[in-house]
T-cell receptor, first 113, second 111 residues
Framework: DSGVTQTPKHLITATGQRVTLRCSPR?????VYWYQQSLDQGLQFLIQ???????AKGNILERFSAQQFPDLHSELNLSSLELGDSALYFC????????????FGPGTRLTVT | QQPVQSPQAVILREGEDAVINCSSS?????VHWYRQKHGEAPVFLMI?????EQKGHDKISASFNEKKQQSSLYLTASQLSYSGTYFC????????????FGPGTRLSVLP
């Protein structure tokens, strides 16, 4: 158990819908990362937050957005969902913004039908 | 830019050694190594910072050549539990550069 929690574990929704994925980092960790992993694919970095502020942006679509709240939990919002958005979404946290190991949550499996 | 990993896949017998390489076209501050077993989340193995260092624990070690922007992960006397996909992650030297994972190397250890 990494100490990072993600909810929900599984999500099935229809095309065009909007969903919110939630992540709670390890106690004391200030930085949160979001990754997308499609079937048997690598980990695509989406976005990073550090202490409530956006730190770095990766290949995140305009239909996706995220934020980190004062209690440091983070939410990833996915809208106008397409079939291709079906994937495993991981959240990871680290102690500081950079140069520290990342601890991954168990992931949220999103299926768009 | 995504780092390049080689080989893409490797099959070993228990007790054999393996080397996984990771290289980047940009100057790096650090290299991370993670292992992901099928159906599970990635797990941190080690991080190497600039300055060219080598780290290890148990029978897994890694090196980082900052000048060549390359890192190698060494698995010695592999065990069945080493099976999984190994990802290197690279962090650029400039503030705000994305942390990027390589495509992964799939390692299978057979009895």
């Amino acid at each position: 158990d990494s100490g990072v929690t993600q909810t929900p574990k599984h999500l099935i929704t229809a095309t065009g819908q909007r969903v919110t994925l939630r992540c709670s980092p390890r106690s004391g960790d200030l930085s949160v990362y979001w990754y997308q992993q499609s079937l048997d694919q690598g980990l695509q970095f989406l976005i990073q937050y550090y202490n409530g502020e956006e730190r770095a942006k990766g290949n995140i679509l305009e239909r996706f957005s995220a934020q980190q709240f004062p209690d440091l939990h983070s939410e990833l919002n996915l809208s106008s969902l397409e079939l291709g958005d079906s994937a495993l979404y991981f959240c990871a946290s680290s102690r500081e913004g950079d140069h520290y190991e990342q601890y991954f949550g168990p992931g949220t499996r999103l299926t768009v039908t | 830019q995504q780092p390049v990993q080689s080989p893409q896949a490797v099959i070993l017998r228990e007790g054999e050694d393996a080397v996984i390489n990771c290289s980047s076209s940009k100057a790096l501050y650090s290299v991370h190594w993670y292992r992901q077993k099928h159906g599970e989340a990635p797990v941190f193995l080690m991080i190497l910072l600039k300055g060219g260092e080598q780290k290890g624990h148990d029978k897994i070690s890694a090196s980082f050549n900052e000048k060549k922007q390359q890192s190698s992960l060494y698995l010695t006397a592999s065990q069945l539990s080493y099976s999984g996909t190994y990802f290197c992650g690279t962090e650029g030297k400039n503030y705000g550069q994305n942390f990027v994972f390589g495509p992964g190397t799939r390692l299978s250890v057979l009895p």
